[in-house]
Nanobody, 124 residues
Framework: QVQLVESGGGLVQPGGSLRLTCAAS????????IGWFRQAPGKEREGISC????????FEPDSVKGRFTISRDNAKNTAYLQMEDLSAEDTAIYSC?????????????????WGRGTQVTVSS
């Protein structure tokens, strides 16, 4: 079955960290750029990080730059999002996606294949 499956979400206290995992199955992820997106209640979906197919290039918007780090392990067909110094504003459903072009402008990341997402809740 061709799919992306996110994991690693949960409840974390403000200032805490989480690492999300995006595992691909049924296809080879190393051909594609990957992006992480999030959607908070009542807000539009936001692109928060992307990485090129070979891992050499990454982009993050200013809202998460310096706190979130994307990486990938093509041998494991997996991508990751390390999140640091989390706050309540980071509470959202986080999804990975592919078949996008990783660039400096998240609005241009238009993936066509998505995982179902994982919930991240930041609360004391």
């Amino acid at each position: 079955q061709v799919q992306l499956v996110e994991s690693g979400g949960g409840l974390v206290q403000p200032g805490g960290s989480l690492r999300l995992t995006c595992a691909a199955s049924g296809f080879t992820l190393d051909r594609y750029d990957i992006g992480w997106f999030r959607q908070a209640p009542g807000k539009e979906r936001e692109g928060i990080s992307c990485i090129s197919s070979n891992g050499d290039t990454t982009f993050e918007p200013d809202s998460v730059k310096g706190r979130f780090t994307i990486s990938r392990d093509n041998a494991k067909n997996t991508a990751y999002l390390q999140m640091e110094d989390l706050s309540a504003e980071d509470t959202a459903i986080y999804s990975c996606a592919t078949t996008l072009i990783c660039s400096r402008t998240p609005a241009y990341w238009t993936p066509s294949f998505w995982g179902r997402g994982t919930q991240v809740t930041v609360s004391s």
